[in-house]
């Protein structure tokens, strides 16, 4: 069953740098989002993206977040310059269409120190 | 460093008996709605969904029950196992946001031996 994967598992970095999280989203589908869950909170949306470019964003999604499809299957989060606030887990999701289960991947935990 | 979570409502069933997760949704506008799952560690895990034009879906020992008067989204367990044991949300979207999820707080679900 196709599933969609994120590296890495766990990524800990030092305030103020950069971190890149990587994902694979399911090949057919054409939405990808990000949503990132601090510990022992709930899941919140942080981006959309559809056809190449950002359809909605949160307010979490300032400006030291971007994404990027670099190719036809990878789907990246970058923050700029991390800070502790940053620290949770950060899930990738995809569906083929909207108004459809999203797929979600195990993610990747960030700790930034 | 990561922040202190919030505190969880909690179920505690016998295995075998019947679960009850209950969700109140904010957005009169959504549409589509979903349950995931979430083991320790893992994504969200989707178990049903229900779109607004429903008032009731079942699955596989889940039904999810939705009414739009109340804005208000249940999840019945049939017949709990102890592999069910895990934080249960809900989830909304709508048309009008680009069919992002806004995730409730969470139940945890703990099953009895």
């Known amino acids: 069953e196709p599933e969609v994967t994120q590296t890495p598992s766990h990524q800990v970095t030092q305030m103020g740098q950069e971190v890149i999280l990587r994902c694979v989203p399911i090949?057919?589908?054409?939405?990808f989002y990000w949503y990132r869950q601090i510990l022992g909170q709930k899941v919140e949306f942080l981006v959309s993206?559809?056809?190449?470019?950002?359809?909605?964003k949160s307010e979490i999604f300032d400006d030291q977040f971007s994404v990027e499809r670099p190719d036809g299957s990878n789907f990246t989060l970058k923050i700029r310059s991390t800070k502790l606030e940053d620290s949770a887990m950060y899930f990738c999701a995809s569906t083929q269409e909207t108004a459809n289960e999203q797929f979600f991947g195990p993610g990747t935990r960030l700790t930034v120190l | 460093g990561e922040s202190v979570g919030l505190h969880l409502p909690t179920l505690s069933v016998q295995e075998g008996d019947n679960s009850i997760i209950n969700c109140a949704y904010s957005?009169?506008?959504?549409?589509?709605f979903i349950w995931y799952k979430q083991e320790s560690g893992k994504g969200p895990q989707f178990i049903i969904d229900?779109?607004?034009?429903?008032d009731k879906r079942q699955g596989q020992r889940v039904t999810v029950l939705l009414n739009k008067t109340v804005k208000h989204l249940s999840l019945q367990i049939a017949a709990t196992q102890p592999g069910d044991s895990a934080v249960y949300f809900c989830a909304e979207s709508s048309m009008d946001s680009s069919y992002k999820l806004i995730f409730g707080s969470g139940t945890r679900l703990l099953v009895r031996p």
């Open positions: 090949s057919n589908h054409l939405y």
């Open positions: 229900i779109r607004s034009n429903m």
């Open positions: 957005n009169s506008a959504s549409d589509y």
């Open positions: 993206f559809y056809n190449n470019e950002i359809s909605e």
